[in-house]
């Protein structure tokens, strides 16, 4: 999803700088007689050496291999509220009054050039405006509560249109074609999305139906000096432009859209970031 940092930003949280060192095999000390026992691996811990591994020689456009991202879906789909400390009745999660975009929290736990982890917290109504990821591989596991999901892939060689009425105050970029890709409630416990640089969804906005936690794992994150920067974009539903050489079945035409890239970020999107779990 859409939050971007600086890399002077990164931080790991205290869990993910203490993770074991690794054991120098070399020395010629004697073992002791007595160790302490090992402490088990946490989710959050594992699902960190994962991603690691997933993601060693990622970059921009690059896509791991099915078996790294059945790997990596496999230990997501099994991470539950408790493994980050979370709960749906956190006080960042509860309505929020007469306000009229609810205020998003984003828990970042881990974030390097190779790829992030983290958490958006979505009160009723909360909502995550439609975005893309570019060259980015992108796995979301719904951690609890209800969410729907409006994602989009561009028409390969689709057309664009230009108007007088693509042409708001904020901007005056062209709209292109797009083909829904998901359009859907979500409730938890479910399986892991994935989204990939070309396809998946790579377009996509989240609405809180009720109050609810999406564990995200971007692999590259976000990054202004590479080229990665998080577009927002408008939608129209197919029907309103009339393009030459473009006609779709009537019954499908809801299966697209006109996706018109925004200058700015939206005014009303209001995200608060915490660097440690909530308590």
């Given at each position: 999803?859409?939050i971007?940092?600086?890399?002077?930003?990164?931080?790991v949280?205290?869990?993910l700088?203490?993770?074991?060192?690794a054991?120098?095999?070399?020395?010629?000390?004697?073992?002791r007689?007595?160790?302490?026992?090992?402490?088990?691996?946490?989710?959050?811990?594992?699902?960190f050496?994962?991603?690691?591994?997933?993601f060693?020689?990622g970059?921009?456009?690059?896509?791991?291999?099915?078996e790294d991202?059945?790997?990596?879906?496999?230990v997501?789909?099994k991470?539950?509220?408790?493994d980050?400390?979370?709960?749906?009745?956190?006080?960042?999660?509860?309505?929020?009054?007469?306000?009229?975009?609810p205020?998003?929290?984003?828990i970042?736990?881990?974030?390097?050039?190779k790829?992030?982890?983290?958490?958006?917290?979505l009160?009723p109504?909360?909502?995550?405006?439609?975005?893309?990821?570019?060259?980015?591989?992108?796995?979301?596991?719904l951690?609890?509560?209800?969410?729907?999901i409006?994602?989009?892939?561009?028409?390969?060689d689709?057309p664009?249109?230009?108007?007088?009425?693509?042409?708001?105050?904020?901007?005056t970029?062209?709209?292109?074609?797009a083909?829904?890709?998901?359009?859907?409630?979500f409730?938890?416990p479910?399986?892991?999305?994935?989204l990939?640089?070309?396809?998946?969804?790579?377009?996509?906005?989240?609405?809180?139906?009720?109050?609810?936690a999406?564990?995200?794992?971007?692999?590259p994150?976000?990054?202004?000096?590479?080229?990665r920067?998080c577009?927002?974009?408008?939608?129209?539903?197919?029907?309103?432009?009339s393009?030459?050489?473009?006609?779709?079945?009537?019954?499908?035409?809801?299966?697209?859209?006109?996706?018109?890239?925004r200058?700015?970020?939206?005014?009303?999107v209001?995200?608060?970031?915490?660097r440690h779990?909530?308590?």
């Amino acid at each position: 999803m859409g939050i971007e940092t600086t890399r002077a930003d990164r931080k790991v949280n205290k869990e993910l700088r203490e993770f074991p060192k690794a054991t120098n095999t070399t020395s010629r000390s004697k073992p002791r007689k007595s160790r302490r026992p090992q402490k088990k691996t946490s989710p959050v811990q594992k699902l960190f050496q994962t991603c690691k591994e997933v993601f060693a020689n990622g970059g921009t456009g690059t896509v791991p291999s099915h078996e790294d991202i059945e790997r990596l879906r496999a230990v997501l789909d099994k991470m539950k509220p408790e493994d980050v400390g979370l709960s749906p009745d956190m006080p960042c999660l509860r309505t929020q009054g007469a306000r009229r975009t609810p205020e998003i929290t984003y828990i970042r736990l881990y974030e390097s050039e190779k790829f992030s982890m983290g958490i958006f917290c979505l009160p009723p109504s909360g909502v995550i405006p439609l975005h893309n990821h570019p060259g980015m591989t992108v796995f979301s596991k719904l951690l609890f509560g209800t969410v729907h999901i409006n994602s989009y892939d561009w028409v390969v060689d689709g057309p664009s249109y230009t108007s007088a009425q693509l042409n708001p105050s904020e901007t005056t970029a062209a709209a292109r074609l797009a083909k829904v890709k998901v359009d859907s409630d979500f409730t938890a416990p479910c399986n892991t999305s994935i989204l990939y640089p070309a396809d998946g969804g790579n377009m996509h906005c989240f609405t809180a139906v009720t109050a609810c936690a999406v564990l995200d794992v971007l692999g590259p994150p976000y990054s202004e000096p590479d080229g990665r920067h998080c577009t927002y974009y408008r939608e129209f539903p197919f029907t309103s432009f009339s393009v030459d050489g473009v006609s779709v079945p009537e019954e499908e035409r809801e299966g697209y859209a006109w996706l018109q890239e925004r200058e700015i970020k939206p005014e009303d999107v209001s995200v608060t970031i915490a660097r440690h779990k909530l308590e």
